[in-house]
């Protein structure tokens, strides 16, 4: 009976350690879940942003080669002299002076 107390206190010991193992490790693996949804969500922020910042620059991008193909914007005036703006308000303002603008 002495050998056989030791014994079942060793084995019932040993019996639980593993039930409470598995349970750590599912908080874990839980856990892991969790951060890597988490880190999921950021990624796709992320990209959002990107996906907006290259719409940007592309939009800004296409804006100077148009500016660069097609030149300042003009307007004729009704004296017959043309003006030169950076938009076609700021070209049509410039022959306030000279009559105002033709219109076609």
Known sequence: MKHWIPSVALMLSLGLAPVAGQSGAKEETKKAGEAAKEAGKDTADAAK????????????????????????????????TRQEGSTEAAAAAACSTHGGVIKH
């Open 49 to 80: 942003h990107v996906g907006k910042a290259t719409a940007k620059a592309t939009k800004k991008g296409a804006k100077k080669v148009k500016k660069a193909v097609t030149g300042n914007a003009h307007a004729t005036c009704a004296d017959g």
